[in-house]
């Protein structure tokens, strides 16, 4: 279901207003060093190459969350039946890039978190929007944020993003990694993903990295 002809279209988040600032509670105390954010909406590859080009971002890995060792597998995965959804494990430097600022990204440019077990073309449960969060701030970060956001009515439907804890993250395959960079030619990429580069440098100037 990567690529189909019949089913190639522009990606789009559909008509809605700006996503806010996020105005919830603030971390307790300032993290130190690096952080990691783990995150699923739909396709890894535009995903793992929007916060590629987030500020203060410095590592992505494309892989899978919500299930077991044994079945984190591509080929596996695909079948939707082993509980995982393709995911990005996000390394990033809170002094220069908060956490609350990544979710915003996530809910503005990487994919519509108003699709429930699909993205665009790309249908199933391992394609569902999720946050898999590592500890109690982002639990109550990413909470917040979806309530401020959904009360805010800046979609046309309510936001289906689960919020679960994070277990494990398994790596993709090395195919898939940095996989928009690498085939940037090709019809999928070019008709789904790319797009989102463009919105991200244009929604969040301030935020965009080439």
């Not at 809605?16 to 990691?36: F, I, N």
């Not at 030619?185 to 440098?201: G, S, V």
């Amino acid at each position: 279901m990567r690529f189909s002809l019949l089913m190639l279209g522009l990606f789009a988040l559909g008509a809605r207003a700006a996503v806010p600032d996020y105005t919830g509670p603030q971390p307790t105390a300032a993290t130190q060093g690096e952080a990691t954010a783990v995150f699923a909406g739909g396709c890894f590859w535009g995903v793992d190459a929007v916060f590629k080009h987030v500020k203060g971002v410095t590592r992505v890995l494309s892989g899978y969350s919500g299930g077991g060792a044994a079945t984190a597998k591509y080929m596996i995965v695909s079948t939707g039946t082993t509980g995982h959804a393709e995911s990005v494990q996000v390394t990033y430097d809170p002094s220069k890039v908060s956490y609350a600022e990544l979710l915003k990204v996530f809910f503005s440019v990487a994919h519509d978190p108003t699709e429930l077990n699909r993205q665009g073309p790309d249908v199933g449960t391992q394609y569902r929007s999720a946050i898999f969060y590592a500890n109690p701030q982002q639990k109550e970060i990413a909470q917040h944020y979806i309530a401020q956001i959904d009360a805010a009515k800046v979609f046309g439907k309510p936001i289906v993003t689960q919020v679960v804890p994070l277990d494990k993250f398994y790596p993709a395959e090395d195919y898939h990694q940095n996989y928009l960079a690498l085939h940037p030619d090709q019809p999928y990429i070019m008709y789904n993903d790319l797009p989102k580069l463009a919105e991200l440098k244009k929604e969040f100037p301030t935020y965009y990295k080439p």
